[in-house]
């Protein structure tokens, strides 16, 4: 038999279903918010039994960690890999700023919790989801760092890298497809902002 049509095991089976079960609770966590869903709503939205849900996860607090895993890891790969792209530090930034976008905008549902409905989220875990916050905050934190001193109006990549996080993870509040700007404009524009304050001389 072709191994392409092999039937899929026992774990993959499994994997795909939990992965189908995140998504659908991100979905409904941004609906309803994280508060006023119950792990009952969320089984009815997978065709479930609440009792089968449990075969999957404890709580509906480890649903949220798995969410918020899953989200940080996409971000922390997109920056990753235009850290390994032969561009200048500049260039670099600019592409973050596209990708920083795309990603929490594929995924707006899941961001729109963890961004719009942070201060209610409970704490299973979160140490480990905040440890992954300051990797990406660090990672572009060093990509700011890597434009040439002579270039920089202000110095404080730190604070600079907060700045540049408040206001892409801003766009979750207001963004639709139907918006005048697409998502590449949008990054572009917020980028010569970026430019114009941070910089000597804007690109």
Same mark, same amino acid.
């Given at each position: 038999?072709?191994?392409?049509?092999? =039937?899929? @095991?026992?774990e993959?089976?499994?994997?795909?279903?939990?992965?189908e079960?995140?998504?659908?609770?991100?979905t409904?966590?941004? &609906?309803?918010?994280?508060?006023d869903? @119950? $792990?009952q709503a969320?089984?009815?939205?997978?065709?479930?039994?609440? &009792?089968? %849900?449990?075969?999957?996860? @404890?709580?509906?607090?480890?649903?949220?960690?798995?969410?918020?895993?899953?989200a940080g890891?996409? %971000?922390?790969?997109?920056?990753?890999? !235009?850290?390994?792209?032969?561009?200048?530090?500049?260039?670099k930034?600019? *592409?973050?700023?596209?990708?920083h976008?795309?990603? $929490?905008?594929?995924?707006?549902?899941?961001?729109? !919790? *963890?961004?719009?409905?942070?201060?209610?989220? =409970?704490?299973?875990?979160?140490e480990?989801?905040?440890?992954?916050?300051?990797?990406?905050?660090?990672?572009?934190?060093?990509?700011?760092?890597?434009? =040439?001193a002579?270039?920089?109006?202000?110095?404080?990549?730190?604070?600079l &890298?907060?700045?540049v996080?408040?206001?892409?993870?801003g766009?979750?509040r207001?963004?639709? =497809?139907?918006?005048r700007?697409?998502?590449?404009?949008?990054?572009?524009?917020y980028?010569?902002?970026f430019?114009n304050?941070? *910089?000597?001389?804007p690109?």
């Amino acid at each position: 038999m072709n191994k392409a049509s092999s =039937p899929r @095991t026992k774990e993959e089976r499994y994997e795909e279903r939990f992965e189908e079960l995140i998504a659908a609770a991100a979905t409904v966590f941004a &609906a309803r918010g994280y508060a006023d869903t @119950t $792990i009952q709503a969320i089984a009815r939205e997978m065709n479930m039994t609440g &009792a089968a %849900l449990y075969y999957y996860v @404890t709580s509906k607090d480890e649903l949220l960690y798995e969410i918020w895993k899953r989200a940080g890891a996409k %971000l922390q790969a997109a920056i990753d890999e !235009v850290r390994t792209e032969d561009l200048s530090a500049e260039e670099k930034l600019k *592409l973050v700023f596209q990708r920083h976008l795309e990603v $929490i905008i594929r995924d707006k549902p899941i961001f729109e !919790v *963890l961004i719009l409905q942070r201060s209610r989220l =409970p704490e299973f875990r979160r140490e480990y989801l905040e440890e992954d916050e300051r990797r990406y905050q660090e990672s572009l934190t060093e990509l700011i760092e890597a434009i =040439p001193a002579e270039r920089m109006r202000l110095p404080d990549s730190k604070v600079l &890298a907060l700045g540049v996080l408040a206001l892409l993870n801003g766009v979750i509040r207001w963004y639709s =497809p139907s918006e005048r700007l697409s998502l590449q404009e949008i990054s572009e524009l917020y980028f010569e902002m970026f430019a114009n304050g941070a *910089l000597k001389s804007p690109l």
